[in-house]
């Protein structure tokens, strides 16, 4: 196994000794790893090498790491983003999960943030159900080509919204609790990390519009999509 055998990581983090621990765990699970420690070249670095995934600090000069997500957004580059933050405020948390895909907050373990990019390239590579078309009333959810229309009209989700939302259409009238959420659409499962669930759910019905009704809180257990 080489060491792009897994793809290109881009990590941008300002302090060095978390760039070379990172760098260091991601290169022996078989990933290549480019680093930059200021916003600016991070952002030019994600144009130029289109990595398969970023690992973003917040927190960085010349240019924020959300900044950087929203960038790429504005652009059509939805390539998952996992940010790492030493802010333990709600506010800066579900600003990152508005834009990204997952994030971590310092001092954060190392396995766990390969674990979680591990796991956002397997949604990100697709469902095992290739071009399976899921309808629930006006909502349409095409997985061979990663499309969510409602009434016709396309939606913009993020990779991570679009599992989401999948995952729920998959079982019809299936009530998921976030910690079976948690562990069927992010690959792990923390009690800390519902309010993840949460921030997403919200994101997908906003988006949802009209539809938003489809996708149900069940109250002291967690959510279903249903009629």
Do not use: N
Not at 17 to 23: C, E, M, S
Not at 67 to 91: N, S
Not at 101 to 129: M, Q
Not at 209 to 227: E, F, S
């Amino acid at each position: 196994m080489t060491e792009l055998s897994k793809g290109l990581i881009l990590l941008v983090e300002d302090e060095r000794p978390i760039a070379d621990l990172v760098r260091l765990y991601l290169s022996r699970d078989g990933f290549g790893v480019h680093v930059e420690h200021d916003g600016t070249s991070g952002l030019a670095a994600a144009r130029r090498l289109r990595p398969v995934a970023c690992v973003l600090d917040i927190a960085l000069p010349g240019m924020e790491g959300t900044e950087i997500c929203r960038r790429l957004r504005a652009e059509g580059d939805w390539t998952p983003v996992v940010f790492l933050t030493a802010r333990d405020d709600e506010v800066d948390r579900i600003l990152g999960l508005e834009l990204g895909d997952d994030y971590l907050t310092k001092p954060f373990s190392p396995r766990e943030l390969v674990a979680r990019v591990r796991a956002l390239l397997r949604r990100a590579a697709g469902p095992p159900d290739g071009g399976r078309v899921r309808t629930l009333g006006p909502l349409q959810l095409d997985s061979g080509r990663h499309l969510v229309t409602v009434d016709g009209a396309p939606l913009t989700l993020t990779p991570t919204e679009f599992d989401l939302l999948a995952h729920l259409l998959g079982r019809p009238g299936r009530v998921f609790t976030r910690e079976e959420l948690l562990a069927g659409v992010w690959g792990y499962a923390s009690p800390a990390g519902t309010r993840t669930v949460d921030v997403h759910v919200a994101q997908v019905r906003a988006k949802l519009g009209p539809a938003a009704h489809l996708i149900r809180t069940v109250r002291g257990v967690g959510y279903t999509a249903d009629a």
